[in-house]
C-alpha cells in the first residue's frame, strides 16, 4: 500500500505482487492479509498500530517505534486488548554480528561489565541545508525528533539487548548549526538496572564521521560500529581478536524470521512493543527540555 497509487501499481506489477492499495484500511481489512507491517514515518505509527489492532491482526512496526512514549503505550494497550502480538523492527537484536557481542558479554569475556560510551558523529547533509524541502528525518513532527531519535534509538535499543534496560538517563540536547528545526547534538549520562555506566554523544554537524560504541569491563572489552561492517573487536591482557561477520543480504529477514517463528508457535521474537517502548521512553527523557 502506498498513499500515491499509480507507484503502489507500479511496485506490485514489477515486483509480482497479485494486489496492492492506495488505502490502508482496505489492506488492513483484506481477509487474505495475516499481519501488518508498518513501514511509514514515526507520525503515523500509532494510528495504523491501533487500526490493525482493531482488525485482529499482528503488527510489525518500524522504529522508533512512535513519536513518543505516551503513544507507544496507547499502542501496546491496543494490541494486549486486541490480544495481537506487537513486534518492533530493531533487526541488530537478530542480526549476527550483534549477536556475537552479546555472546562475548554473556560468556564474561571482559570481565565484569563497568561501563559503555557511545559515539555516532555525522556531517551535516546536504538535503538538510534547504529549509524549504527538508527531509522528514529532521522534521519533529513527523519524526519525534531529528537524526538522534532515527539512529540513536538503534544503539540504544541494542544495549537494552545486551545489557538490560536503562534505569535512569540525564543529558543535554540543542541544536547548534540551525539548519534545520529538530536536534542535531545530544549529549547524556545512563545507568543501567545492573549497575552499568554509560556516556553517549550524538553530533550530526562534525566534521568526521565515527560511529563506535565501546563496552568496558573488569578484563577487557568490545568495541563494535552499529552502523558500519567494520569486524566486532574484542580487547584483552592477551591482545585484540577481530571478528568480522558480514550484514546477510535482507537486513531484517533474521528479524523477521523471529516474527514468523513466534506467530507460528515456534519461536519467540526479541523485539517487542514493551521492549521498544523503553528505548522511546529513553530518548523522550533525553529530548524533553530541547522541546519544552
Given at each position: 500500500?502506498?498513499?500515491?497509487?499509480?507507484?503502489?501499481?507500479?511496485?506490485?506489477?514489477?515486483?509480482?505482487?497479485?494486489?496492492?492499495?492506495d488505502d490502508?484500511?482496505?489492506?488492513?481489512?483484506?481477509?487474505e492479509v495475516?499481519?501488518?507491517?508498518?513501514?511509514?514515518?514515526?507520525?503515523?505509527?500509532?494510528?495504523?498500530?491501533?487500526?490493525?489492532?482493531?482488525?485482529?491482526?499482528?503488527?510489525y512496526v518500524?522504529?522508533?517505534?512512535?513519536?513518543?512514549?505516551?503513544?507507544?503505550?496507547?499502542?501496546?494497550?491496543?494490541?494486549?486488548?486486541?490480544?495481537?502480538?506487537?513486534?518492533?523492527?530493531?533487526?541488530?537484536?537478530?542480526?549476527?554480528?550483534?549477536?556475537?557481542?552479546?555472546?562475548?558479554?554473556?560468556?564474561?569475556?571482559?570481565?565484569?561489565?563497568?561501563?559503555?560510551?557511545?559515539?555516532?558523529?555525522?556531517?551535516?547533509?546536504?538535503?538538510?541545508?534547504?529549509?524549504?524541502?527538508?527531509?522528514?528525518?529532521?522534521?519533529?513532527?513527523?519524526?519525534?525528533?531529528?537524526?538522534?531519535?532515527?539512529?540513536?534509538?538503534?544503539?540504544?535499543?541494542?544495549?537494552?539487548?545486551?545489557?538490560?534496560?536503562?534505569?535512569?538517563?540525564?543529558?543535554?540536547?540543542?541544536?547548534?548549526?540551525?539548519?534545520?528545526?529538530?536536534?542535531?547534538?545530544?549529549?547524556?549520562?545512563?545507568?543501567?538496572?545492573?549497575?552499568?555506566?554509560?556516556?553517549?554523544?550524538?553530533?550530526?554537524?562534525?566534521?568526521?564521521?565515527?560511529?563506535?560504541?565501546?563496552?568496558?569491563?573488569?578484563?577487557?572489552?568490545?568495541?563494535?560500529?552499529?552502523?558500519?561492517?567494520?569486524?566486532?573487536?574484542?580487547?584483552?591482557?592477551?591482545?585484540?581478536?577481530?571478528?568480522?561477520?558480514?550484514?546477510?543480504?535482507?537486513?531484517?529477514?533474521?528479524?523477521?524470521?523471529?516474527?514468523?517463528?513466534?506467530?507460528?508457535?515456534?519461536?519467540?521474537?526479541?523485539?517487542?512493543?514493551?521492549?521498544?517502548?523503553?528505548?522511546?521512553?529513553?530518548?523522550?527523557?533525553?529530548?524533553?527540555?530541547?522541546?519544552?
Amino acid at each position: 500500500m502506498r498513499r500515491t497509487g499509480h507507484l503502489a501499481r507500479d511496485y506490485a506489477r514489477r515486483h509480482g505482487v497479485p494486489t496492492w492499495y492506495d488505502d490502508a484500511q482496505a489492506l488492513i481489512h483484506d481477509p487474505e492479509v495475516d499481519a501488518i507491517y508498518i513501514a511509514t514515518p514515526p507520525s503515523s505509527h500509532k494510528a495504523y498500530t491501533l487500526m490493525a489492532a482493531q482488525a485482529g491482526k499482528p503488527v510489525y512496526v518500524e522504529k522508533p517505534m512512535a513519536l513518543n512514549f505516551e503513544d507507544c503505550q496507547e499502542m501496546i494497550a491496543a494490541c494486549r486488548s486486541a490480544e495481537v502480538p506487537l513486534f518492533v523492527a530493531y533487526y541488530r537484536r537478530a542480526l549476527p554480528r550483534f549477536l556475537k557481542v552479546k555472546e562475548l558479554l554473556e560468556a564474561q569475556a571482559i570481565g565484569e561489565v563497568r561501563f559503555v560510551t557511545v559515539s555516532l558523529y555525522q556531517s551535516v547533509r546536504q538535503e538538510e541545508l534547504d529549509p524549504k524541502h527538508l527531509p522528514w528525518r529532521v522534521i519533529p513532527q513527523i519524526a519525534g525528533g531529528g537524526r538522534f531519535v532515527d539512529l540513536a534509538s538503534h544503539m540504544l535499543d541494542f544495549l537494552d539487548f545486551a545489557l538490560g534496560p536503562i534505569r535512569s538517563v540525564r543529558g543535554f540536547a540543542a541544536n547548534q548549526a540551525g539548519h534545520y528545526p529538530a536536534e542535531d547534538i545530544v549529549t547524556s549520562a545512563f545507568i543501567f538496572e545492573s549497575g552499568v555506566q554509560g556516556v553517549g554523544t550524538w553530533c550530526f554537524t562534525s566534521f568526521e564521521e565515527l560511529d563506535l560504541t565501546e563496552i568496558v569491563g573488569s578484563r577487557g572489552k568490545i568495541c563494535y560500529s552499529t552502523f558500519g561492517d567494520e569486524p566486532v573487536s574484542l580487547t584483552t591482557a592477551e591482545g585484540t581478536t577481530e571478528f568480522s561477520i558480514e550484514y546477510p543480504p535482507h537486513i531484517q529477514q533474521p528479524l523477521i524470521q523471529t516474527v514468523v517463528d513466534e506467530l507460528t508457535g515456534v519461536g519467540r521474537c526479541p523485539s517487542t512493543g514493551q521492549s521498544a517502548a523503553r528505548t522511546t521512553r529513553i530518548m523522550d527523557q533525553l529530548l524533553k527540555s530541547y522541546y519544552i
